[in-house]
């Protein structure tokens, strides 16, 4: 276990029997499903049946694959597995943390910065990530924008020039089908003041089945250059199947970025870190962010302080070239925007030893 991480529910350490298969693998979505799978222990299902009163609750197939039920400190499960210290809100969590909230001109469009602005088409995610600064609105019910909404949120960015970058987030927009991806891709790529796209996405390390060939030509034709920003915080995410689904979309077109969350239990050392951006660019995945935890509600469990992130980035530095090297931002408080954490390096002085 990594120091200061908290204690594994007991519910992770008692045995577990094997999961009964009956038909293909689904998507499991509730406590009782979660302990079925051996993931959770069955005395710990209450707890965890309120949390998923709170938050929701996915785990895919493709994730349950990676997860060793048998390791109390599973890198993987901690971060999909729900944990009762959810029920919990440390006094400085909020909700909202990035303030989407204030800088929203229309439902669906968030605007805090003049150059660029994030479009959210649905908020149903393939998985729910334990520690997400979207956690209150994301769920399963999907948030999806009606017909009017989405034509409205195109309509603003129709009419605000000063957008140059439409990026597309929520949720998760690869949770949309191929054509209705294509259509909103295709608006707003036909807008002159549009220079690039940008797409957000848990999708290929979490649910790699769903890269289609049809959904990785959509994305590769949409016409404007597109960045699809692929999220991911331990190396074991980049299964052979994620493998599959990041060769479609760099064979397409697609050109690939990586954000991750520095998170305590996951990828608080430098071998993990190590391990994770070297991952990445071996799957053409360009690490792009690291992110500062956003304080979100019942998140506390997997906060690392900034000094130890800079000190794991200091570290880092000399064993990994600077094309494995993210920027570690954090979000300012109230929707002030991302703040470049350092670490800052002092160049020797010229002609010094
Ligand atoms: S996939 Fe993204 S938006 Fe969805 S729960 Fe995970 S971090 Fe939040």
């Excluded at 030509?217 to 597109?226: D, N, Y």
Aim: with cysteine.
């Amino acid at each position: 276990m990594p120091d200061g991480a908290p204690p594994r529910p007991a519910a992770r350490a008692a045995p577990a029997a094997p999961p009964r298969r009956a038909g293909p693998a689904r998507t499991l979505r509730d406590a009782a499903a979660l302990v079925r799978a051996g993931l959770v222990a069955p005395e710990a299902e209450g707890a965890i049946a309120r949390v998923a009163e709170r938050y929701a609750i996915a785990v895919t197939p493709a994730v349950r694959a990676l997860i060793a039920p048998a390791d109390p400190a599973d890198p993987i499960a901690r971060q999909y597995v729900p944990h009762p210290e959810e029920l919990a809100t440390a006094p400085w969590e909020v909700s909202d943390p990035t303030a989407d909230g204030p800088h929203s001109p229309v439902k669906g469009v968030v605007h805090r910065y003049p150059d660029r602005a994030l479009l959210k088409p649905l908020l149903a995610c393939p998985v729910y990530c334990r520690f997400c600064f979207r956690r209150e609105v994301v769920g399963p019910e999907g948030g999806l924008l009606g017909e009017a909404e989405l034509e409205a949120a195109l309509d603003w960015f129709a009419r605000t020039p000063a957008v140059r970058e439409a990026i597309l987030t929520g949720g998760d927009p690869l949770m949309l089908s191929p054509r209705r991806l294509g259509r909103i891709l295709a608006r707003l790529g036909a807008m002159a003041h549009i220079e690039v796209l940008r797409i957000h996405s848990r999708v290929p390390v979490a649910d790699p089945e769903r890269v289609t060939a049809a959904l990785a030509e959509v994305l590769g034709g949409a016409g404007k250059p597109l960045f699809l920003c692929v999220h991911a915080n331990h190396a074991r995410e980049f299964s052979p199947a994620a493998g599959a689904a990041l060769g479609r979309l760099a064979a397409a077109g697609v050109a690939l970025l990586g954000q991750s969350v520095l998170l305590r239990g996951v990828n608080d050392s430098v071998e993990a870190l190590e391990a994770l951006f070297r991952a990445m660019l071996r799957h053409r995945v360009k690490p792009y962010y690291l992110h500062q935890l956003d304080r979100a509600p019942g998140t506390a469990r997997f906060e690392v302080p900034v000094e130890e992130g800079r000190a794991l980035l200091r570290a880092l530095r000399g064993r990994v070239s600077g094309l494995a090297w993210p920027t570690y931002v954090q979000e300012t408080p109230g929707g002030g925007g991302k703040v470049p954490l350092g670490p800052a390096f002092e160049a020797p002085a010229p002609g010094g030893g």
